[in-house]
């Protein structure tokens, strides 16, 4: 096939998506165009039948804030993109499929690329996280859905690779000599491990299969550490371990109400019967009366985006300080919960734990230890986590760690970079 003038990469991400297009002209500017954009999409209205107002990334961002955050607002697609269950969403009664929702992500950032580089691009290399699912066929559900809504959206070419051998590809540009390296590439809803040869000298071969001694992950991102904050620090706030009275009974407070907390993009399904209906008779004869009130606010308000925005700036907090709280303000909730960087480890532990038994495996499947891995490259938003740092330092040794310079756009630079043309 013939060279395209752009080697495109795309990493489709729980919480950011990007797009970088690297030119192949021989005495045009080799370094990587990037950008990138949260993944979400806001539909403040519907319009007429077919037609919708709606808005994409940090433009979705910014009007759901502007507007009150009022209206329909999706996040985290791609961490629902295997279940088969999730066939379609109503959007102001319209059913939209997983496909379509995609495709208006990837378009968004396809175009502003083209406009940019004032070519289209018909080439790309879709970035996939080692495993969508554990079941074979959900994951591959997911991926042929990214693949259709890629189709959908003008590309050509599809191909497909694991994001940490994206960001191992990408890393390997930097290097002057050959090692063997470890990804660990923590984002918004996946953790990806890969274990690699890799050579500066091997950097344009076309086939680097030989190159991968292993892969591994488990579906645990930093999504997952927003929830535990609000399971551990914020459900009691809102009610849990408070009781209610029916038939001259107590009753605990169902602890659905607090899992489906957890997720926010579910909290809006408390607004809906029959949880509407049994939160006003819990508050009725509720032992926390406050607490249910406050909890009837966040559901009605619709308030569940700011107060997880709010979590996880704390979260993000904990990166530089040992102590700080949960803040969040808005005319008829307050939020004020300190938290301790010793408390937030001890929330997460679970997930520490199951982070490092699937680093494990992947170690076992590469046939390698500790000791014979050269270099750690630490990658994604969530490899900031100083208990994920430490104990990966603790576990390799620290001066093994590299931190990546390019730990939010590294995944889609390599994409492109290990794309099968050479330069
Ligand atoms: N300083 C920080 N401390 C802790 N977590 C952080 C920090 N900065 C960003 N994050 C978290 O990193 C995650 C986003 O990282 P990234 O953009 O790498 O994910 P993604 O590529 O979209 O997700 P995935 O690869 O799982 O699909 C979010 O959960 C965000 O809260
Ligand atoms: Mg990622």
């Known amino acids: 096939?013939?060279?395209?003038?752009?080697?495109?990469?795309?990493?489709?991400?729980?919480?950011?998506?990007?797009?970088?297009?690297?030119?192949?002209?021989?005495?045009?500017?080799?370094?990587?165009?990037?950008m990138?954009?949260?993944?979400?999409?806001?539909?403040?209205?519907?319009?007429?039948?077919?037609?919708?107002?709606?808005y994409v990334g940090q433009e979705a961002v910014q009007k759901y804030v502007e507007m009150g955050m009022h209206g329909r607002f999706i996040q985290s697609l791609k961490s629902v993109l295997h279940d088969p269950d999730f066939d379609m969403t109503m959007i102001y009664g319209v059913p939209f499929t997983p496909i379509e929702l995609t495709e208006l992500i990837l378009t968004n950032l396809k175009q502003k690329m083209e406009a940019k580089l004032g070519t289209t691009l018909d080439t790309v290399v879709m970035g996939r996280p080692v495993m969508?699912?554990?079941?074979?066929?959900e994951d591959q559900t997911a991926q042929r859905r990214i693949h259709s809504a890629a189709r959908k959206c003008g590309f050509k070419y599809i191909s497909f690779q694991l994001e940490p051998i994206g960001a191992a590809y990408s890393y390997e540009a930097r290097l002057t000599k050959a090692e063997t390296v470890l990804v660990v590439d923590l984002g918004g809803g996946t953790t990806d491990y890969t274990i690699m040869n890799l050579d500066p000298q091997k950097r344009h071969a076309l086939d680097r299969t030989q190159d991968i001694l292993a892969t591994g992950g488990v579906h645990i991102g930093g999504d997952d550490f927003d929830a535990s904050i609000m399971w551990h620090a914020l459900a009691p706030y809102f009610g849990y371990g408070s009781q209610f009275e029916d038939w001259n009974r107590l009753f605990d407070f169902p602890?659905?109400?607090?899992?489906?907390?957890?997720?926010?993009?579910?909290?809006?399904?408390?607004?809906?019967?029959?949880?509407?209906?049994?939160l006003h008779s819990i508050l009725r004869t509720s032992t926390n009366k406050p607490a249910v009130r406050r909890l009837k606010t966040l559901i009605e308000e619709d308030l569940g985006f700011g107060l997880f925005k709010a979590i996880e700036h704390t979260k993000k907090a904990f990166s530089e300080l040992d102590q700080t709280s949960i803040h969040f303000e808005s005319p008829h909730l307050s939020v004020h919960e300190p938290v301790s960087r010793a408390a937030f480890e001890g929330y997460i532990a679970e997930h520490v734990e199951a982070i490092h038994s699937a680093l494990t495996e992947t170690l076992?499947?590469?046939?390698?230890?500790?000791?014979?891995?050269?270099?750690i490259l630490m990658t994604g938003g969530s490899s900031l986590v100083s208990v994920i740092q430490t104990t990966m330092a603790a576990r390799f040794g620290?001066?093994?760690?590299?931190?990546?310079?390019?730990?939010?756009?590294?995944?889609?630079?390599?994409?492109?970079?290990?794309?099968g043309y050479s330069l």
């Open 398 to 419: 620290g001066n093994k760690i590299i931190p990546d310079s390019n730990r939010f756009t590294g995944v889609a630079v390599g994409l492109a970079l290990g794309c």
């Open 255 to 278: 602890i659905h109400f607090f899992t489906t907390l957890c997720t926010w993009y579910d909290i809006a399904k408390l607004k809906e019967s029959p949880f509407k209906e049994d």
């Open 132 to 137: 969508f699912s554990e079941d074979p066929e």
């Open 364 to 375: 076992q499947r590469a046939h390698k230890k500790e000791a014979d891995i050269d270099s």
């Open 36 to 54: 990138s954009e949260p993944t979400v999409l806001f539909f403040p209205w519907r319009n007429t039948k077919d037609t919708f107002t709606y």
């Open 1 to 34: 096939m013939k060279k395209p003038p752009y080697l495109c990469g795309l990493d489709f991400g729980t919480s950011n998506s990007v797009i970088c297009a690297i030119s192949t002209d021989p005495h045009g500017d080799p370094s990587p165009v990037v």
